[in-house]
T-cell receptor
């Protein structure tokens, strides 16, 4: 199993350009997340999804859009990149079983380093 | 919402010493407290977690303690080794259920450096 994978690993954009980050997981997890990591600020949740076709905003959603058309994929889009979006982006996933309470153990992808000039 | 504070932001120890990282949380509904280790340029990886029905959990040189009354939990690393050098993140989450997705709120991270 590959676990959680992300593409691309690195990207440099110019202000105003758009791009899509792809996250894929092969663990059949229901929940998927996008975080950004900035120095001294830990991991901040951008958007998350609790299942195929559903998405919700996290704590820093502005400037980003997401889609979850397939259970195994979660896409993060930047429509008009800004220098403030220079960051390392991590995708994560976790499982949930309705039959019992579950603790949110999240598995992370390798990250995408994005620079916006 | 939940707020997690983590201290210290940097920690430097000599090989063989112990290291302690502390976190406080604000939401009494939180009952899952994982710790992640992130090596330079790598992804965060879960190293240990504790659930609110226990006060302490050990895994070899790593231990975590939880005080629900005071709303704080700590990571203890004994006999530190240079390969323990990394950024450590604590987090807190309420239990996932049919009505709650169990949002994970992270602390700001602690840079641990173990000197040989």
């Amino acid at each position: 199993n590959a676990g959680v994978t992300q593409t691309p690993k690195f990207r440099v954009l110019k202000t105003g350009q758009s791009m899509t980050l792809l996250c894929a997981q092969d663990m059949n997890h229901e929940y998927m997340y996008w975080y950004r990591q900035d120095p001294g600020m830990g991991l901040r949740l951008i958007h998350y999804s609790v299942g195929e076709g559903t998405t919700a905003k996290g704590e820093v959603p502005d400037g980003y859009n997401v889609s979850r058309l397939k259970k195994q994929n979660f896409l993060l889009g930047l429509e008009s990149a800004a220098p403030s979006q220079t960051s390392v982006y991590f995708c994560a996933s976790s499982s949930f079983r309705l039959a019992e309470p579950t603790y949110n153990e999240q598995f992370f992808g390798p990250g995408t380093r994005l620079t916006v000039l | 919402g939940e707020n997690v504070e983590q201290h210290p932001s940097t920690l430097s120890v000599q090989e063989g010493d112990s290291a302690v990282i502390k976190c406080t949380y604000s939401d009494s509904a939180s009952n899952y407290f994982p710790w992640y280790k992130q090596e330079l340029g790598k992804r965060p990886q879960l190293i240990i977690d504790i659930r609110s029905n226990v006060g302490e959990k050990k895994d070899q040189r790593i231990a975590v303690t939880l005080n629900k009354t005071a709303k704080h939990f700590s990571l203890h690393i004994t006999e530190t080794q240079p390969e323990d050098s990394a950024v450590y993140f604590c987090a807190a989450s309420p239990r996932m259920s049919g009505t709650s997705y169990g949002k994970l709120t992270f602390g700001q991270g602690t840079i641990l450096t173990v000197h040989p």
